[in-house]
């Protein structure tokens, strides 16, 4: 099983700045892919930006040139940070991970409210 703990979630005026850290832990041999998602309200979860363990990143278009996603493998953890923030960026962040066997594992969800 892997854990996920996400942090850095919080409130920024619109134009702001924040940065979402999420630590893997537990029993697995190798994490693949690590990545964000997000859910507004009303919504459905939608892929804000992955990354695989040789470091190969894709982003929504939406977020392209705003966000920038990376990981340290050694510490079992991906970072978001997030640049030029809109209100439409508004959303629950969940971290998810694909590990060992396609073990699909997601965080709790941390809150991103940008305000205009």
């Known amino acids: 099983q892997v854990q996920l703990v996400e942090s850095g979630g919080g409130l920024v005026q619109a134009g702001g700045s924040l940065r979402l850290s999420c630590a893997a832990s537990g029993n697995f041999f190798r994490i693949n892919t690590m990545g964000w998602y997000r859910q507004a309200p009303g919504k459905q979860r939608e892929l804000v930006a992955v990354?695989?363990?040789?470091?190969?990143?894709n982003y929504a278009d939406s977020v392209k040139g705003r966000f920038t996603i990376s990981r340290d493998n050694a510490k079992n953890t991906v970072l978001l940070q997030m640049s030029s923030l809109k209100p439409e960026d508004t959303a629950v962040y969940y971290c998810?991970?694909?590990?060992?066997?396609?073990?699909?594992?997601w965080g709790q969800g941390t809150q991103v409210t940008v305000s205009s």
């Open positions: 998810q991970t694909n590990s060992d066997y396609g073990l699909i594992s």
């Open positions: 990354i695989t363990s040789g470091g190969h990143t």
